[in-house]
């Protein structure tokens, strides 16, 4: 079993940054494709970004540009940098790893961005 804790999560302005990291238990984290997922009230779950074992990236189209994943292979953790926050990215934030077929999430930071 795989524990992932999400931190970095906040309030903020319109415009301003945020960093999430997802610390993982992963003894062989450099395996596992990670992502950042987020949830906002009355929707459903959505993608926002992967990283694959390679280090190749892929983003929503709502966050390119803005947003930017990285992973520290030495510290088994994934970063989400978030720049010139909207208010349309208020949502809880979800870190997943995924090394198939095994998936595990873990339990979501708050980021609300709010004048």
């Known amino acids: 079993q795989v524990q992932l804790v999400e931190s970095g999560g906040g309030l903020v302005q319109p415009g301003e940054s945020l960093r999430l990291s997802c610390a993982t238990s992963?003894?062989?984290?450099?395996?596992?494709?990670m992502g950042w997922y987020r949830q906002a009230p009355g929707k459903q779950r959505e993608l926002v970004t992967r990283?694959?074992?390679?280090?190749?990236?892929n983003y929503a189209d709502s966050v390119k540009g803005r947003f930017t994943i990285s992973r520290d292979n030495a510290k088994n953790t994934v970063y989400l940098q978030m720049n010139s926050l909207k208010p349309e990215d208020t949502a809880v934030y979800y870190c997943?790893?995924?090394?198939?077929?095994?998936?595990?999430w873990g339990q979501g930071t708050q980021v609300t961005v709010s004048s």
């Open positions: 997943k790893a995924e090394n198939p077929p095994n998936a595990y």
């Open positions: 990283i694959t074992t390679s280090g190749r990236t």
């Open positions: 992963a003894s062989l984290f450099r395996f596992y494709i």
